[in-house]
Every structure is written in C-alpha cells, then in structure tokens.
C-alpha cells in the first residue's frame, strides 16, 4: 500500500485571481487526467507532486509547473505533494529548501501533507539496487567517468560494452555492498543498470544508477557515502508516495523509457506512476536554465538569487509582480507539447493590468531638479487632498504639501526645446499636477553648462490647476516639495539580456548580458513614501509602478513602466 490516502482534501490554492484557462476547453494533460478518472485508472484517485532539487531558487518556470501541479490536484479533488528530489549532495543545501518553501506559501500553494525528501528513501532505494542486482538488471562498473562516457557512443554510433558487464551477481552484491561501506574510492566504481549498449535512446544505454561521493548531505549527514542517480530515484520516489500522474517538462521525454524500465522490474508497493510532458516556460530576453542563473550570482553579474533583475521568484517578489499575475500569466501561455518563447511583454502587460488595479497613486521624481518660484509667499505651505486612486473614490485621498521650492524630473525642463515639446522651458506656463500653474523664467547654470535650477512664478489664482480666465495648458507635471521631500533611491531596470533569445544560436548565454540593465538613482519622494510597508508597490506617477524593498524602505525597484508594450506586439501579431 502507498502512503497516501485513497481519497483527501483537495491543495489549496489560495491568494491568487481566478484561472482564466478554466473557461477555456482543457489542456492536453488535463484532458489525459479527465479520462483516467473516468476510466476508474488508479482507482479514480489523482495525486501529482513538486519534485525540485534544492541546488538553487525557483524561477517563473518552475510557476508554470507549481501552478499545473498543483491546480490539477485542486480540480480533480485529489493531493499535491512537495518533495525534494535531493540527490545530489555537492549543490544542494537547506537554505534553497527554506527559500523553496517560502516561495510556494507566496505563490499561494499549500503542499498537502508533510514535506517529503527523495532521501527519506535511501535505505529503500539501496534495496531495490541489490533487487536489480539479484534479477542481473545492475552491475558495479570500475571505469572512470569519461570511459563510460565515452563507451555509449552517440546518436547513430554504436555503444561499447562495458568489460565489467558479465560480473557475476554474487560480485556485483559484494562490491555494491563494499561501495556503500567504504572499501570504493570516489569515482572508483559506479553502479549501472544493465539495459542496452545498442539502444537508440542513449537513456537507456547501460545508465548510471549510484555513485560514490564522499560529502555531507545536507540531511543524511556522513550516513551515506553512495547516492543514487535522478533518474534512479525520481520514478521510485513517486511510487512510494503514491503519485498517479508525474508531470515533467519535456527535456524528460527521453527519459521516461528509463523511468518506466526502473519501475517495471520492482516490486512496487501500489499503482505505476505515469510520466507525462509538458513544454517548458521560455520568455525572451531571459535565461531560464539554473546553472546559467547560478552562473550570474556566482560571477558577480547581479546581487544574488533575489536581485529585482532575476526572473527567480524571489526576484520578481522583490520587483513588486504579484503572485496573482505570475499565475494568470501561465494560465494564458497555456500547456502545451511544443516549445515556444513567449514575449516578456506579455508577463509585464499582468502585471501592469493588476497594479493599475491595486496600486496607490503617489508623486516622486527620480532625477531631480531644483525649481524655485519667486515670487512664492514667504513660509507658506498649501495642503492639497490628492486623490490615492482615481479609479477607486474608495481609496480615499492624502495631504500633499506645496511650498516655494519642489523638485521635478531634470527632463521635465528644456533651456532650449525641441519641436513639440510641451513641459517646462523659459516663458512656457505647465500645470503642477492637483496644485498650480507655473511659468519658467529662467534657469541657473554650472560651469559645465548644465541647468542645476530652474527659476519660475506660480498663479496664485489657479489653485487645483486650473486657471480662472480658462487658459488652457499643454503639459501636466508631477513634483514634490522639497521642504517636505523624503530622500529614497530608485532602481531603474532595462532587460538583464540584450538579446532576445540569449544562447538560442549556441554561444554563452553571459555574453549578450546588458551591462546597463540597472540604473541606480538618488530620488526624491512625497511624504507619505515614509510610510509604505515593505513590498508594496505604488505607482509613480507617468513614471510607472515601483516596489518598496523588502529590506530597506528607502529602496524603491520599478515594476513596470507605464506603456503597455504588449498591445503594440500583439496587434503587430495580428496583422501578420
């Protein structure tokens, strides 16, 4: 019997907006799991799991497959269980296992039960070795690495036998057993299961089963000095816990001929799990690959596995996308059988859709310029009530304070302006967003010859920005009162990769990193930005949405910008 019950509390999936795909017809996996419910398979019962291997932080794919695990164990009434696929001690560590967590409770998953690990099955998974052992399904190779590697030949070349192949079982038992116990050096000998050196699928030529590494696991301590292969534990592992449906992305399509040999020739305690695939989540300009992602931390190109500029989910918590919007974003790219990129635009247009929704109003200026207005009463403050939402009267309204001296973007000014520019320069009247009409006089400048101030004269009768003879403006600005203004940094983001499909002709992956895809900036902010909470995000007005950071409340990382790049690809899209 299996671990798991017949019947039990469905995942729950909380915190995120409704699935859009489930008014739309059911994907391929979904249609695959309706039938076998329908045909009584595994007694009716649907069980998938979330398999990562802790060796790095999760990204917007795993989503894609923590969202699919997950809402299908939700739909159909069944569990969805996590565990970690922890076989390989020289990567893994517990810190990626807490932050694994930590990102699915964000995510709005619930894993039913308790955690689960692919080395609670060591012993199991040694025993089963010896039963491939006794059946003369595995035998103890003593080449190194690079022999057996080179022995399986390639697609189209014929594989070379290992001359260890026809060890008799009592050998093969006696030297596995000496490999577990320490007789074997590391890489001395392996353990291989005994399929095919001919088989066209180099999966299933002679693979490797166990290895010997004598390093510390990050919970069976010095207890194991032998450990099994991914693919020698992973199909086990869902058979012990009872798993019907073990979804993978297709990179293991060529892997479930092993992962079905594995599990035909045991004894399982219940039901044959069955491998289906799935197409993996490809954005443009991003790098989805753990090892490349792992490459940017180690080598210094970003701030760790949680920088606003890595697609991990830690990263994007920090850049202010919303769990929800990650989630209806990979129900609208959908499951598929094929691999496709989906543009980052779309991710960004969820994202800016949700926080057009949620995100408080405020006004702050990332690089500013000093404006002085002359003729300005000396030490008056005008309050003005600023709508927080204008699309929300419900979001209620906060106190702005207006004083002679207030900060604007340093492009908002031109000494000289181009054709068709409408903010401020010397003569041209603007309106201060919710305040007054200001005229630019003139501008004070440095010995570079750059406009370090601007001089101008406000009308005291256009209060609220509107003047009373109807004299119409063409630009509308945001500010904020230097007097009252609050010092905060801004992160300004471009894509972390030039290209946008990095590594996709062959070369590296580092070499298309954008080396501007980060503009750190000293802003100035109104003064209710003192009192933001750590993540939340507000929108900068005509600057985009920005995320208070998680650590630092004077730190803001913009989300997304305001236009919506999306709707120019997707019309583009359709019109081809």
């Not at 038992?173 to 095919?196: H, P, Q, T, W, Y």
């Not at 066209?200 to 450990?227: E, F, Q």
């Not at 057009?356 to 009463?377: D, E, F, G, Q």
Request: charged share 25%.
């Amino acid at each position: 019997m299996t671990d798991s019950p017949a019947s039990s509390p469905s995942a729950n999936l909380s915190g995120a907006a409704e699935v859009e795909s489930q008014t739309q017809s059911l994907d391929f996996v979904r249609e695959l799991v309706r039938d076998d419910v329908r045909s009584g398979k595994f007694q009716g019962r649907v069980q998938t799991r979330f398999p990562p291997e802790p060796n790095g932080f999760l990204h917007i794919g795993h989503a894609k497959s923590i969202y699919l695990n997950f809402g299908i164990a939700e739909e159909f009434d069944g569990i969805c269980m996590l565990r970690f696929d922890d076989t390989n001690p020289e990567t893994e560590d517990t810190s990626f296992v807490t932050a694994i967590q930590e990102d699915l409770r964000w995510l709005g998953v619930t894993p039913w039960g308790s955690v689960r690990y692919a080395s609670d099955y060591f012993e199991q998974l040694f025993e089963w070795a010896v039963t491939l052992i006794e059946k003369g399904f595995a035998y103890v190779d003593d080449q190194d690495a690079d022999t057996i590697s080179w022995q399986r030949g390639g697609y189209g070349q014929p594989g070379v036998e290992s001359p260890f192949r026809d060890r008799t079982v009592e050998e093969n038992k006696a030297l596995f057993l000496g490999m577990r116990n320490g007789e074997s050096a590391d890489g001395e000998r392996v353990l291989r299961a005994k399929i095919d050196m001919q088989a066209d699928n180099m999966w299933l030529r002679d693979p490797v089963l166990y290895r010997i590494r004598r390093i510390d696991h990050h919970r069976t301590g010095s207890d194991w000095i032998i450990y099994p292969t991914y693919d020698w534990a992973h199909g086990q592992s869902d058979a012990i816990e009872g798993v019907t449906h073990s979804l993978c992305t297709l990179e293991f399509a060529d892997h479930r001929p092993l992962y079905n040999w594995c599990l035909s020739h045991l004894d399982l305690p219940g039901d044959t799990p069955q491998q289906t695939e799935f197409a993996r989540l490809n954005i443009t300009h991003t790098v989805l690959s753990k090892r490349v992602l792992r490459k940017l931390v180690t080598d210094g190109h970003v701030d760790g596995w949680d920088d606003a500029r890595m697609p991990t989910v830690r990263g994007l918590r920090r850049r202010g996308y919303p769990a929800s919007a990650i989630r209806r974003f990979v129900d609208r790219v959908g499951v598929a059988k094929i691999n496709s990129t989906v543009e980052v635009e779309l991710l960004e247009s969820f994202v800016r859709d949700e926080l057009n929704v949620s995100a408080m109003r405020r006004m702050a200026v990332t690089k500013p310029l000093k404006v002085v207005i002359s003729n300005w009463p000396e030490g008056l403050v005008e309050w003005f009530d600023v709508a927080n939402h204008p699309g929300n009267p419900d979001a209620g309204t906060r106190r702005v304070p207006f004083a002679g001296e207030l900060w604007i973007e340093a492009e908002d000014f031109q000494l000289v302006p181009p054709p068709k520019y409408y903010r401020l320069s010397p003569g041209r009247e603007v309106r201060l967003r919710s305040a007054f009409l200001i005229t630019a006089t003139d501008a004070v400048l440095d010995e570079d010859g750059s406009v370090v101030q601007v001089n101008a004269t406000y009308d005291p009768e256009s209060r609220g920005g509107t003047a009373p003879d109807g004299r119409k403006v063409k630009s509308t600005m945001h500010w904020v009162s230097a007097a009252h203004a609050v010092d905060i940094t801004v992160n300004l983001y471009d894509r972390l990769f030039i290209h946008s499909h990095p590594g996709a002709d062959g070369s590296d992956p580092l070499s298309s990193i954008n080396q501007k895809s980060r503009e750190v900036c000293g802003g100035k902010g109104e003064p209710v930005l003192a009192e933001v909470e750590p993540g939340e995000v507000v929108q900068f007005e005509r600057l985009g949405y920005f995320a208070v950071d998680l650590d630092d409340p004077t730190v803001f990382h913009r989300t997304v910008g305001l236009r919506d790049e999306w709707a120019k690809i997707s019309k583009s899209k359709n019109k081809g």
